[in-house]
């Protein structure tokens, strides 16, 4: 019977089961149900706020803010870098934590304490959005929002009076909104001079810490007690306005920014060598700063004559005297044709002791090639004396540290009551010209005239060029006239010139106030705008 049993059972089991898999195959091919809906689509405008909560539990910032924009690109690119980014963070953290560990086992009678373990996982932050200012100043500001749920595995063994601690760091959570400030911007790589960070709310920080294998944080008044002190400490040192300044590069020395002032005088040249066939030549000499944009400058032409006086006086700005020189060619004017240079010459400012003034007697030479044979040809000389009058040092230590923020101040010859006038010439906006749009700007302070570059075939140009004026007093009741013009192309043969709109900018508010960066509405433009930053430098 037991065998007979035994049999049986496994017929009916094998029936059974066979007879289960047609069947349900039958009913799985042939019926279909009844109350299965069709879905419906519906775009996220249309659902209320716990409907999206049930969506999405976890809304990114570019969604429920249109400020924010998407950063997929950068999400994507930190997870690539992630691995290496990780090596290199760890690394650093451990070439940081070796000093102060060494200090502090010393102080304390501790043998030692090292890194078991130390790797920040797998996980890569993840910035939910980023929201762009654009600001009037020199500086760019970004404000992410960041997210990171990370598992490191951070392991610190430290031994002492024979015991053995072993403490475990794990499940990292950090939530926070940083504003991160590139400023001053600067003409040199990378093209800031500094980095500011601050948090524009308090940081969620949680983390798992485990000691003798036991997690600390599952006790809940330890657990409060430590995000507590956490939130505290971190907004005491870096909540907004406070910030964490990292220096990249000198601010003044980047941006090229005015270190002093050179003041020449063209006393005189003699036994220059006449350039014309008949008659005696018409010498003047030309000055100019190396790596300026700014137009030479000139001495008045003498007539046939070939020793002549000047006694004419310039200044220039000097931004790195280390590098700079003063070029100073001699030429013979003709009424027409091309001026012919008679020679030529330069003084290094890195050879001028500062505050003293100097008496230069240079030949003229051909080139500037100490290996071409004309220039052993006698060509003749010419006299200049020459002081150089760099800025005083603390205000340069005091601009450095403030930013751009900070007035300079002018150099010590400045005539008593006056001092400088430094324009700056940004951008314009909105212009619009009636044949041509190649947009310049001309600058007229006290019939002195100074122009921007030409930028060609563009309504929204960027100019960032800086122009200086020497005055003899405050300019508080004067004022400055600003005109944006449009260069006719080479083939505006039927059309000059045009206006695309002025603005006279009274100086009673720079005087007061040392600098203002504003824009201004062009009179006689229909949209216009031009911004300009004016400061006020005093010795």
């Not at 430590?226 to 590069?249: F, G, H, N, R």
């Not at 100019?288 to 001495?299: A, R």
């Amino acid at each position: 019977m037991g065998v007979v049993s035994t049999v049986l059972g496994f017929s009916g089991f094998g029936f059974g089961f066979t007879a289960g898999i047609v069947i349900g195959y039958y009913f799985f091919i042939y019926f279909q149900p009844t109350d299965v809906k069709d879905v419906k689509v519906r775009p996220l405008v249309e659902y209320d706020s716990n409907s999206l909560d049930g969506i999405l539990p976890e809304i990114p910032m570019w969604v429920k803010n249109p400020d924010y924009d998407r950063v997929d690109w950068l999400n994507r690119f930190l997870e690539l870098m992630w691995p290496y980014v990780d090596k290199a963070v760890c690394r650093m953290v451990q070439d940081i934590a070796k000093p102060i560990i060494a200090e502090n086992t010393a102080k304390y009678k501790i043998d030692s304490v090292e890194f078991e373990t130390l790797t920040l996982g797998s996980l890569p932050p993840t910035f939910q959005g980023m929201k762009v200012y654009v600001t009037e100043e020199k500086e760019l500001i970004m404000e992410p929002c960041l997210k990171w749920a990370a598992n490191p595995n951070i392991t610190v063994v430290a031994k002492a009076y024979g015991l053995k601690a072993t403490i475990q760091i794990v499940d990292l959570q950090v939530f926070a909104s940083p504003r991160i400030t590139l400023k001053p911007l600067v003409p040199t790589f990378p093209c800031f001079a500094n980095i500011l960070v601050s948090l524009m709310e308090k940081p969620h920080v949680d983390f798992g810490l485990k000691v003798f294998g036991a997690d600390l944080m599952a006790i809940p008044v330890l657990y409060k007690f430590v995000q507590d002190t956490i939130k505290k400490q971190v907004a005491s040192m870096y909540l907004w306005p406070k910030t964490l300044e990292v220096p990249i590069m000198d601010p003044s020395k980047a941006s090229k920014r005015p270190v002093g002032i050179l003041l020449v005088k063209v006393v005189r040249a003699q036994n220059l060598k006449k350039k014309d066939l008949l008659g005696k030549s018409d010498p003047y000499a030309k000055l100019k700063m190396s790596d300026d944009k700014l137009p030479s400058k000139k001495t008045t032409v003498k007539r046939c004559n070939l020793n002549p006086e000047w006694n004419e006086d310039f200044k220039f700005v000097v931004t790195d005297p280390e590098n700079q020189s003063l070029e100073i060619n001699v030429f013979d004017w003709e009424q027409v044709g091309k001026h012919e240079r008679m020679g030529m010459n330069v003084i290094l400012l890195k050879e001028l002791p500062p505050e003293e003034t100097k008496v230069l007697t240079l030949n003229l030479l051909k080139t500037m090639d100490p290996n071409d044979i004309q220039n052993e040809k006698s060509r003749g000389q010419i006299i200049l004396e020459a002081t150089y009058k760099p800025f005083k040092e603390e205000d340069m230590e005091k601009e450095s540290m403030d930013g751009t923020d900070e007035v300079q101040k002018a150099p010590d010859d400045t005539p008593a009551g006056g001092g400088l006038l430094y324009v700056i010439v940004h951008e314009a906006q909105d212009l619009e010209g009636k044949h041509h749009t190649n947009p310049y700007t001309k600058i007229i302070f006290k019939g002195e005239e100074k122009k921007t570059k030409v930028i060609k075939k563009n309504r929204d140009p960027r100019w960032e060029d800086e122009f200086e004026f020497v005055c003899e007093e405050p300019p508080a009741n004067d004022k400055m006239h600003v005109e944006v013009l449009s260069k006719a192309g080479k083939k505006g043969i039927l059309h000059g010139k045009e206006t695309l709109g002025y603005i006279d900018i009274s100086l009673a508010d720079v005087i007061s106030n040392k600098r203002i960066n504003e824009k201004y509405h062009l009179i006689d433009s229909k949209n216009g705008q031009i911004q300009i930053e004016l400061q006020w430098r005093t010795s």
